[in-house]
């Protein structure tokens, strides 16, 4: 009973949402142009993504970094135990060999370029894994180990230097700082995510 009116509340939520008068249009182009300097960007995506909503970003970050924690701590699957997959191919090794080095030149300039194009360290991080990740399937790593003391660091350097730098308000003179701890997290916590789906 309590679940059906907790559904009827939230249509009737929702109805009420729709069926609101659209307030007046608001141009924000003009306005995150005319604050663009206070963020320490030079894009308009990355002032919105890291200066006027970054408490928003911050929580992405934070929810990626909960997800590897609770995968990592969730129990081994079924296949725990088993024989130890065959060895990479040679051509996966030869692919792996002559991709990565693009790859990492690919998140590198994805990170550099944030600040003054779409870019940033979201885009970054996810390159920075997949590398991480062909370079694991190719035989040449070994799976990343979120309980090692280092890997832990790298997982919350990046929202944990966010929060302080963003409280500090020193977020404009030390916005590459933050991207770069920011990728070194993502990248780390999408690692751990795929070593976790394949234990």
């Known amino acids: 009973m309590i679940a059906r009116l907790g559904v009827l509340a939230l249509a ?4 009420w949402a729709v069926l609101e008068p659209a307030p007046d249009r608001v141009e924000l182009a003009p306005r995150v142009a005319a604050a663009l300097h206070d963020t320490g960007a030079a894009h308009p995506v990355t002032a919105v993504l890291l200066g006027f ?30 024989a130890p997959p065959a060895p990479a ?30 870019g940033g360290a979201f885009q970054a991080g996810a390159v920075l894994a997949a590398a991480g990740v062909l370079l694991r399937l190719a035989g040449v790593t070994t799976p990343l180990d979120v309980e090692h003391p280092g890997v832990r660091v790298g997982l919350v350097a990046g929202p ?3 929060l302080a730098v963003f409280l500090s308000g020193a977020l404009p003179e030390l916005l590459l700082l933050v991207e770069t701890l920011l990728t070194v997290s993502i990248a780390a916590a999408l690692l751990g995510l795929f070593a976790a789906a394949r234990r």
């Open 160 to 162: 944990a230097v966010f």
């Open 53 to 82: 909503r970054a408490y928003d970003t911050l929580l992405e970050v934070v929810v990626v970094l909960l997800a590897v924690l609770a995968a990592a701590a969730a129990p081994a699957g079924a296949g725990a135990g088993a």
């Open 89 to 118: 191919s040679a051509v996966l090794r030869a692919f792996a060999n002559a991709l990565v080095p693009v790859m990492l030149l690919t998140a590198g300039y994805f990170l550099w370029a944030g600040s003054t194009q779409p």
């Open 12 to 15: 009737a939520a929702l109805a």
